[in-house]
């Protein structure tokens, strides 16, 4: 039987190889933008499950950046939680995601935290990644997304990467496996894993709009 470490090496060298003849190595690279705004942060990471990024999510991220620019720590958060003008802050109705807003800005004022600055420290943590994911809605992807905003090396394992993995015929799609499959050709690639996980995104998304294009 293939020892567990083995079997990531083999599907990340098959994920390295076919990136590199999708294009991966060539062309300029486009490092990803590390975010110092924790609102904006926070906002963009609960937005994002099940949304589009280009027209839903974005323009609102964008938003938060331009109207609130004082909203970057976490004593900000909480008083626009106490006002309850939460739902303005994000532009968003539905009761689900304000409320995970809300549970998350608590959840990181009773760790301590209180900039991007703490949060990419104890994000450096198992500590902290694993208590996160006691709030409903927040799991491994959320965990590992908001790192990537923040400046951390990982990769979110997204409907992007499973379909990556999937054209490759990987049969393995559970969570941890796929994300040190994916972490592990960045490295072989020698790209920064957030660099590696940017590309994938650029790539499922240009090919999106391509197929609209001629569904038009």
Not at 114 to 134: F, K
Not at 137 to 158: E, F, R, W
Request: proline share 3%; charged share 25%.
């Amino acid at each position: 039987m293939t020892s567990p470490a083995i079997e990531v090496l083999l599907v990340a060298r098959r994920i390295a190889n076919h990136a590199k003849d999708e294009g991966v190595l060539l062309g300029e690279k486009q490092p990803r933008v590390t975010c110092d705004h924790l609102g904006a942060v926070l906002a963009d990471s609960v937005l994002q499950a099940g949304l589009n990024y280009t027209t839903v999510v974005r323009p609102r991220v964008l938003d938060i950046l331009r109207t609130h620019p004082s909203c970057h720590t976490i004593s900000s958060l909480i008083s626009i939680i106490q006002d309850g003008e939460t739902g303005a802050f994000l532009n968003w109705r539905h009761h689900e995601k304000v409320s995970r807003f809300e549970a998350l800005v608590i959840f990181l004022q009773r760790w301590g935290i209180e900039d991007v600055q703490d949060l990419r420290t104890r994000l450096a943590s198992d500590e902290l990644c694993n208590a996160i994911q006691t709030i409903s809605g927040i799991g491994p992807k959320t965990v590992d997304y908001m790192a990537c905003l923040v400046g951390i090396d990982s990769i979110a394992v997204d409907r992007h990467v499973r379909a990556f993995a999937k054209a490759i015929d990987v049969e393995r799609d559970d969570y941890h496996f796929l994300r040190a499959s994916f972490c592990c050709a960045a490295d072989l690639l020698s790209l920064p894993r957030r660099e590696f996980d940017g590309w994938l995104w650029r790539r499922a998304t240009a090919r999106t709009q391509v197929k609209l294009a001629f569904a038009v």
